[in-house]
């Protein structure tokens, strides 16, 4: 047992809070995981650790302790068996053990993000977990992912939903299992009969349960409405309660767990002396949701918390040794080519070249143009470039970089994929709705779509918002095939909005480091 307890502590050279705690959690493998340092079940010596402040466990000085007791199957991820144990008797981590991050809220969370409490996880044949911009979109762009999405699902957002109603969906997220939450409430309660004091309650029930459950929040502050749904004098002094509340809960807490994200700098006017509004451009027509812009800025704010809860771990792949190998790398790109190096790939409609073994092609873009061309970053990175020109008219219009998995054998029936791909974009004219990032198979005979939109905000991106980097990843959601593929590829689309007249169309898209991997255990 000492021998034991020495090692835990070597490995969890911080100490661990109580609150990141689930003590033996149904279907955990591994029982906590707080900033990257894991606790694990030993199977050989029958231990469970815990920390559980004034219980018999005891605490040992802020480190977990290591309790006998019975381990059953409830208490391992699904699937787990001997198999699953390294040397000595320790769990392997699994994919419950990486950090992830899910989602609560109202209309505003639950309308801008895929796969939520109505339509369900992936329905159909489409897994879009980026949906139409929202939170979780520029959030975990803008921090590279740091803390992931619960893959293809994490939405528990309720549509006009105020805090009592979204105190209910609780169990929707612990069913998840994060490990952090961003949670927006409170915009629907000053138009519904809440008061100041009976919102301020339910947010704190649900600050409990999640502090209970070891789940951090990221609380997202109210931002005023706008026409036609203004609030009111007396609404707005309650939502500006409820602000007031939340930062004085998060001098109370000191962060320990709870984070707030005060959006009035934001999202607020500060021309508007005499009102409380927010600044043009950055909500949408219909008053209640911000726009892609407010969105994206939201987004940056909220990725500076995840930026502190998480160290990077995710960086464009400059290795041309990066690749598959079924012995020795199996978690290494399943694309031969994710550097974009060479110009011998084929090029439709467009002009110019693309990377080899990458195709650039269009169905059409109603009269506009697209140049490819592979060129070299200053301190010698290669890069793939498109130049939009000319001018649109039409609808359906998009185009395409994309390229399949050169050894389809490589993958088979039960592995877990994933893609993404390092992008920046400038100067991108109206008439480019955004960027889709998909990983698509065939299996059987059928094709599967995973992935989304990121949003043109009409602003060059990422510089607008400072990302650390000049590209910024955008990473599909997961695919667990059914069978050995007949098609595995990662496309990069740039999407044009419907077009009834002329439009000019102009913007350079950018991107570096390109991949289909699998999700390794």
Known sequence: MRKFLTLLLCLLVTPVSAQSWIANAPNQSIPFNNNGYLGYINWTNGCILTYQTGTASGTTGGFPVCTTAAITASMLAPGAAAANLNAGGLLKPSITSARTLAMLGDSITFNVDDANLTNGPCVGLSCEAYGYGGYGTWASVYSGYR??????????????????????????????????????????????????????????????????????????????????????????????????????????????????????PIMVDPAQTGSWATRSGYMLADGAHPSTVGSSAIGYAIAQVLNQLSPPWLYPSYSAADLYDATNNVGGNLLTNGLFTGSGGSVATCSGVSATSWTLATGGLGGGTCVGAVSTSSDGRPIQTITLGGTSTGSNLSLVQYQGVGTLSNISAGDTLEGGVWVNWSGLSPAVAGLWVQLKTV???????????????????????????????????????????????????????????????????????????????
């Open 147 to 264: 803390v992931w999405r619960a893959p293809n699902t994490g939405n528990c957002g309720e549509s006009g939903g105020t805090i009592a109603q979204i105190l209910a969906n609780i169990s929707c997220v612990t069913a998840l299992n994060p490990d952090v939450v961003i949670y927006e409430g409170g915009g629907n309660d000053p138009g519904s009969g809440s008061t100041c004091a009976s919102a301020t309650a339910a947010n704190r029930a649900i600050y409990s349960a999640f502090k209970a459950a070891g789940i951090a929040v990221i609380k997202v502050g109210i931002y005023p409405r706008t026409s036609p749904v203004a609030f009111t004098t007396s609404q707005a002094s309650i939502a500006q309660c409820l602000n007031m509340e939340d930062r004085r809960y998060a001098q109370e807490v000191g962060g320990a767990g709870w984070y707030f994200v005060d959006v009035e």
């Open 443 to 521: 299996e059987g005979g059928q094709t599967y779509t995973y992935g989304g939109m990121v949003p043109n905000t009409g602003v060059a991106f990422p510089a607008s918002n400072p990302a650390g980097s000049a590209y910024v990843p955008i990473i599909t959601t997961r695919r667990t095939v059914t069978a050995t593929p007949t098609t595995a590829e990662l496309d990069v689309s740039v999407v044009l909005i419907s077009l009834t007249s002329s439009s000019a169309l102009t913007g350079v898209i950018s991107m570096q480091g390109a991949w289909i991997k699998k999700v390794i255990n």
